[in-house]
């Protein structure tokens, strides 16, 4: 696994990559521990983390949506079970897109 791709998995700053970039579960440092990065640079910044996120929930709930269609389990069974297997993905979903979310930007607009 590259450097990059480890620093994303385990959540961290995407300029320095080694502060954390979660104090705990679902709450942010405000700034990077190591390098005093700012993770929210303006109000709503996170708002382009949504498109990592809905991006993630597709993958994650298309092979029970495709299960669902091949069992023919009906619209309504299989939307309800695909969100029913993202509920317990929620935390990872929220942290990993967050974390995209800062490296994309890095990436395009660094500071
Ligand atoms: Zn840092």
Do not use: K
Not at 69 to 79: H, S
Request: contains cysteine.
């Amino acid at each position: 696994m590259n450097r990059w791709l480890r620093c994303l998995v385990s959540h961290r700053c995407p300029r320095c990559r080694t502060g954390a970039v979660f104090a705990s579960l679902v709450r942010m440092h405000r700034e990077c521990p190591d390098c005093a990065l700012p993770f929210e640079r303006e109000p709503g910044y996170f708002l382009g983390a949504m498109y990592f996120s809905y991006a993630l929930a597709v993958a994650a709930a298309a092979p029970v949506v495709l299960l669902g269609i091949a069992m023919d389990w009906g619209i309504q069974r299989t939307g309800w079970t695909a969100t029913l297997c993202l509920v317990p993905l929620a935390p990872w979903l929220f942290r990993t897109s967050r974390t995209l979310w800062l490296h994309f930007d890095q990436r395009f607009d660094g500071r």
